[in-house]
């Protein structure tokens, strides 16, 4: 700001000008180091892109290694996304965008939440719709199939007075210090009457102020109000119902089965026994819904004891259950509320919240604490609202979700996600598991119930002191995922493999030129807008800096083989009957007092995962026993070990490696031992899906798509590589079917479209590169295992680390990679030079080590043949739209003229220095035109403004042209042809 000073004068007349001052140039070259990877992960977001800067925040994200499925010989088929980022970062990478993928029919596991219900409604005229509460995993996929969930309801006490009811809205006056830690959102639980209970969400919550006495006080608002009751009368039991996941499991379904057995026990809970559906899988803490007879209206309950006795002829398994009914009505009781506000006295209500626990098979645990039982009106996190991936990492997603949310107890919360998703990777690592289940988050009115925490019962013995002790038990081990018995390979969302997986198929015929305009339509302006799929997300995106960052364009699962659904021969479990013991074969004198005990019987279960984890259940002959289980490799039993001893009737293998494993259990009590069951027969590495010999044709789609995406963009390069079994010729065949302009001679046919006579160009903006690298992870004396990959991960690397160090416009080649111990197959010296004529970029054993042979793009002309020659267009392009966008609103004329030949001329000058140009002198190395060979009188009257760069690269000496187009508000590059 600047005063006005009269001609003379020494006074300060009135008056203010404003000084705008010229904008700084931007002397900082854009990046041509990050690079977006668009593959298979074991968890994360599904197509919304993500980026990190370091392996382990890779892992925070999507996980470690994920095993896909194994082939015929027991051999696993990986996941390639996670060992090409090691390989990038490996090599110097530091920054990468990532972008999940997965085809329909994916599936989110879901967990029971222990003791809690779930009660959602449209608005609050409406009835509480009441369901078992569940959670999901934050992610698609069968990752999570081995956590546990636990859910500690934590009551807290607060003194209230009851002011005014007003429909199903209650008004209370709090006492107290602990009235300051409400806020809106908190459930409080009321005792209205004996046996009878009243709850609450605040809805509003006044300042706090202290009263005539100067004690504390706050004045709070109460609604979505319901009832809880605890049950009176002892009616007799008909149905039984649950719910689990559907067939598909993509929802909830409703189950029941009929009780043929009840008894009510002395401390007012119900017994009753029922036969399960196979596969049912119902465990203590766990809510259901039980019908009596006589029209006696239903009742919740939650297992205090649960025990699988036998299995019947049918198949169903005979179960035996302990729990207390709770009435919970669908709307609010108002009579007993209303006598207890008429009373107008102190009382003390529970004020709740919960803790929630998640443990993983390694005995690690995740925690959240103080966690609401609706949705938070200061933003902490509820139950019902945990975020999912797909929110939490939302390109609209600003808020913070507090340490709550993604970091463990007692960890300093960290900076909330932006648009670019950047964050430590010890902040992404606390990531919490779980999520609210949609259905849940998505109902107008929620909030969840415990049936727990309530002034305890005394238990009466005749439940049995063994069930007791089992309920406090099986408790604290809560409560595992729920449908989990479909293919690993199905609820990752790969059940089809093809490359539709990777890449939108609305854009997959359209052709380079039209490419990105179509992609911009499609996205913004179709009747339906939305992001973009796969490797085409870096078209367009809500995440911007998607479109701004990626130089390089890698997609590594695409080399993939391929695999079908098949029918196995050999079924993963089987379950053999129990032979009876030959006489004279028990060990010792049995007391013929003594009642013979029965032996267990294995339960079916899922198949065990690609992973090698699954579930062994078996029935209890009777309450209080304690259990054996053995593993062999024989059929005999000759050589066994002992793998479990204890009370549970489930143990959980974590990590098993291919082959068939045989169990047996059996139950002792101290005095009597059964005899062994039947044994179960697990066989690890099999698959309801075969891996077939390769699938050219879709690798061929991808990397068509991938040429034509990077060139409608037109400062991308796409890394391609092969599968681990393409020999030379293979190689050499994919090439030239990549430069085909017909399908003829190509490998397989596809639905994508090649390249035409007009996209020649596209091939500049790809290399394609082989054999597979591999690499050690861990020493190996010790047996660790060599990781291979394809080489497009390594190269990355290199080209990044080279840009950041040296340029984008330095070759790569002949540079050793990091950490690589051997790669699938060396060219000979004839081989050699058919690639190197071909185009094909080997990576060899040298001696500096393994190296890259060469570094062509696939486009057969000598301008355009070298890598380096279009990165170095790449950046000129980049340069030339950041530049280019500060002349937008400039008059049109010769003084634009000499701005812009000044400022193009500084810095291709600058670069000329640093070698990325040939030539002697600068006017051989490069020329800015900008006169009137370029802008045309025409061009003047149509509004345009038009800029050639002509440099002469490192390799070629000719001139190569990049040209500037203003036209309007719009600033385009373009490559004259």
């Known amino acids: 700001?600047?005063?006005?000073?009269?001609?003379?004068?020494?006074?300060?007349?009135?008056?203010?000008?404003?000084?705008?001052?010229?904008?700084?140039?931007?002397?900082?070259?854009?990046?041509?180091?990050?690079?977006?990877?668009?593959?298979?992960?074991?968890?994360?977001?599904?197509?919304?892109?993500?980026?990190?800067?370091?392996?382990?925040?890779?892992?925070?994200?999507?996980?470690?290694?994920?095993?896909?499925?194994?082939?015929?010989?027991?051999?696993?088929?990986?996941?390639?996304?996670?060992?090409?980022?090691?390989?990038?970062?490996?090599?110097?990478?530091?920054?990468?965008?990532?972008?999940?993928?997965?085809?329909?029919?994916?599936?989110?596991?879901?967990?029971?939440?222990?003791?809690?219900?779930?009660?959602?409604?449209?608005?609050?005229?409406?009835?509480?719709?009441?369901?078992?509460?569940?959670?999901?995993?934050?992610?698609?996929?069968?990752?999570?199939?081995?956590?546990?969930?636990?859910?500690?309801?934590?009551?807290?006490?607060?003194?209230?007075?009851?002011?005014?009811?007003?429909?199903?809205?209650?008004?209370?006056?709090?006492?107290?210090?602990?009235?300051?830690?409400?806020?809106?959102?908190?459930?409080?639980?009321?005792?209205?009457?004996?046996?009878?209970?009243?709850?609450?969400?605040?809805?509003?919550?006044?300042?706090?102020?202290?009263?005539?006495?100067?004690?504390?006080?706050?004045?709070?608002?109460?609604?979505?109000?319901?009832?809880?009751?605890?049950?009176?009368?002892?009616?007799?039991?008909?149905?039984?119902?649950?719910?689990?996941?559907?067939?598909?499991?993509?929802?909830?379904?409703?189950?029941?089965?009929?009780?043929?057995?009840?008894?009510?026990?002395?401390?007012?809970?119900?017994?009753?026994?029922?036969?399960?559906?196979?596969?049912?899988?119902?465990?203590?803490?766990?809510?259901?819904?039980?019908?009596?007879?006589?029209?006696?209206?239903?009742?919740?309950?939650?297992?205090?004891?649960?025990?699988?006795?036998?299995?019947?002829?049918?198949?169903?398994?005979?179960?035996?259950?302990?729990?207390?009914?709770?009435?919970?009505?669908?709307?609010?009781?108002r009579q007993p509320l209303r006598h207890w506000v008429a009373q107008g006295m102190d009382t003390t209500v529970q004020w709740l919240r919960s803790t929630l626990r998640v443990q993983h098979p390694d005995g690690s645990e995740a925690r959240l604490d103080a966690l609401a039982l609706s949705e938070r009106g200061d933003g902490s996190e509820a139950l019902p609202t945990l975020p999912d991936d797909a929110a939490f990492f939302a390109p609209t997603q600003r808020q913070n979700f507090g340490a709550s949310a993604n970091m463990p107890t007692n960890t300093p919360t960290h900076t909330p996600f932006n648009t670019s998703f950047d964050a430590p990777a010890q902040a992404l690592g606390s990531r919490f598991p779980l999520a609210a289940a949609a259905a849940v988050s998505s109902q107008p009115e929620n909030l969840w119930l415990p049936l727990e925490a309530l002034p305890a019962a005394q238990h009466d013995s005749s439940a049995g002191p063994s069930l007791q002790a089992q309920a406090s038990a099986d408790t604290d081990r809560g409560l595992g995922a729920r449908g989990t018995d479909l293919p690993a390979l199905m609820r990752n969302g790969l059940s089809r493999f093809g490359w539709t997986l990777f890449a939108d198929t609305a854009l997959a015929d359209i052709p380079t030129d039209a490419?990105?305009?179509?992609?911009?339509?499609?996205?913004?302006l179709s009747r339906q807008p939305r992001n973009l799929h796969g490797l085409h997300a870096v078209l367009g995106h809500a995440v911007e800096a998607l479109m701004d960052e990626p130089t390089l364009l890698l997609v590594p699962d695409a080399v993939q083989p391929g695999w079908e659904r098949v029918r196995q021969s050999t079924p993963a479990r089987v379950i053999h009957a129990a032979t009876a013991p030959a006489p004279g074969t028990t060990d010792g004198f049995a007391d013929c007092r003594l009642r013979p005990l029965a032996a267990p019987t294995f339960l079916p279960d899922a198949d065990p995962d690609a992973q090698g984890n699954y579930l062994l259940h078996w029935t209890a002959p009777e309450p209080g026993l304690r259990y054996e289980l053995e593993e062999s490799a024989d059929a005999d039993f000759a050589v066994?070990?002992?793998?479990?001893?204890?009370?549970?009737?489930?143990?959980?293998?974590?990590?098993?490696?291919?082959?068939l494993r045989r169990y047996r259990v059996r139950a002792s009590d101290g005095l009597r031992t059964s005899p062994w069951s039947g044994t179960q027969d697990v066989r690890v590495g099999g698959s309801p899906y075969a891996v077939l010999d390769g699938s050219p044709a879709d690798l061929l789609a991808v990397h068509r798509l991938m040429l034509r995406t990077a060139a409608g963009r037109g400062d991308l390069?796409?890394?391609?590589?092969?599968?681990?079994?393409?020999?030379?010729?293979?190689?050499?065949?994919?090439?030239?079917?990549?430069?085909?302009?017909?399908?003829?001679?190509?490998?397989?046919?596809?639905?994508?479209?090649?390249?035409?006579?007009?996209?020649?160009?596209?091939?500049?903006?790809?290399?394609?590169?082989?054999?597979?690298?591999?690499?050690?992870?861990?020493?190996?004396?010790?047996?660790?295992?060599?990781?291979?990959?394809?080489?497009?991960?390594?190269?990355?690397?290199q080209l990044a680390a080279s840009a950041l160090a040296r340029g984008a416009w330095l070759a790569v080649a002949n540079q050793p990679l990091k950490d690589v111990v051997a790669v699938s197959l060396n060219p000979s010296t004839a081989e050699r030079q058919a690639l190197l004529d071909a185009q094909v970029n080997p990576v060899w054993l040298s001696p500096m080590g393994h190296v890259l042979g060469s570094a062509d793009t696939l486009l057969d002309d000598s301008d355009w043949r070298s890598v380096n020659v279009r990165r170095l267009m790449c950046l000129l392009r980049r340069v030339a739209l950041q530049r280019g966008a500060a002349y937008v609103f400039e008059p049109n004329g010769p003084a634009l003229q000499r701005t812009v030949e000044r400022a193009f001329n500084a810095l291709l000058d600058g670069l000329f220095q640093r070698g990325a140009f040939a030539g002697r002198s600068v006017n051989e190395a490069f020329q800015v035109v900008v006169g009137d060979e370029v802008n045309t009188p025409q061009r003047f009257d149509a509004g345009q403004f038009w800029v050639e760069l002509r440099v002469a690269p490192a390799l070629p000496m000719r001139f190569l042209t990049v040209r500037l187009l203003r036209s309007g508000e719009r600033v385009q590059a373009r490559e004259p042809r």
């Open 1 to 333: 700001m600047t005063t006005l000073l009269s001609p003379g004068s020494q006074r300060r007349l009135p008056g203010v000008r404003f000084d705008v001052p010229a904008p700084a140039l931007r002397e900082v070259l854009p990046r041509m180091d990050i690079a977006c990877f668009v593959g298979f992960a074991a968890n994360g977001p599904v197509d919304v892109p993500v980026a990190v800067e370091s392996l382990a925040a890779f892992e925070a994200v999507f996980g470690a290694e994920l095993t896909l499925l194994n082939d015929a010989q027991g051999q696993p088929v990986r996941a390639l996304l996670h060992p090409c980022m090691r390989q990038f970062f490996s090599q110097g990478g530091r920054r990468a965008w990532v972008i999940r993928v997965m085809g329909t029919g994916s599936v989110t596991t879901r967990f029971p939440v222990p003791r809690m219900l779930s009660l959602g409604r449209s608005d609050a005229a409406s009835a509480w719709h009441i369901a078992p509460a569940f959670l999901q995993a934050r992610s698609p996929g069968d990752w999570a199939d081995a956590l546990r969930v636990r859910c500690d309801t934590v009551v807290a006490p607060l003194s209230v007075k009851p002011l005014k009811l007003l429909g199903d809205d209650l008004t209370l006056q709090a006492h107290g210090p602990a009235a300051l830690g409400v806020v809106v959102g908190d459930v409080l639980r009321l005792p209205v009457a004996e046996g009878e209970w009243v709850f609450g969400r605040v809805a509003l919550a006044d300042a706090a102020r202290n009263d005539a006495e100067g004690r504390l006080q706050r004045v709070l608002h109460l609604h979505r109000m319901g009832t809880l009751r605890r049950w009176q009368g002892q009616p007799q039991a008909s149905r039984m119902h649950w719910q689990e996941p559907g067939v598909r499991a993509q929802q909830l379904v409703q189950r029941h089965a009929d009780v043929t057995e009840a008894a009510w026990l002395a401390d007012g809970r119900l017994r009753w026994t029922a036969h399960l559906p196979r596969l049912t899988q119902l465990e203590v803490g766990e809510p259901v819904r039980l019908s009596f007879q006589a029209g006696e209206p239903g009742a919740w309950a939650v297992v205090d004891a649960v025990q699988a006795s036998a299995v019947a002829a049918n198949g169903t398994v005979e179960t035996q259950f302990v729990a207390r009914p709770w009435r919970v009505p669908g709307s609010l009781a």
């Open 515 to 524: 490419l990105a305009e179509q992609a911009e339509a499609l996205r913004l």
């Open 640 to 659: 066994t070990g002992q793998v479990y001893a204890g009370s549970d009737t489930a143990f959980s293998v974590v990590g098993q490696p291919a082959g």
């Open 717 to 797: 390069f796409a890394l391609l590589g092969l599968p681990e079994t393409h020999r030379w010729p293979q190689a050499l065949s994919h090439a030239q079917a990549l430069r085909s302009a017909s399908d003829a001679g190509a490998p397989a046919a596809t639905a994508v479209p090649p390249l035409g006579a007009g996209e020649a160009r596209a091939l500049s903006h790809g290399s394609l590169q082989h054999a597979w690298v591999y690499t050690r992870r861990g020493d190996a004396n010790q047996g660790a295992p060599l990781i291979g990959c394809p080489p497009d991960g390594a190269i990355a690397g």
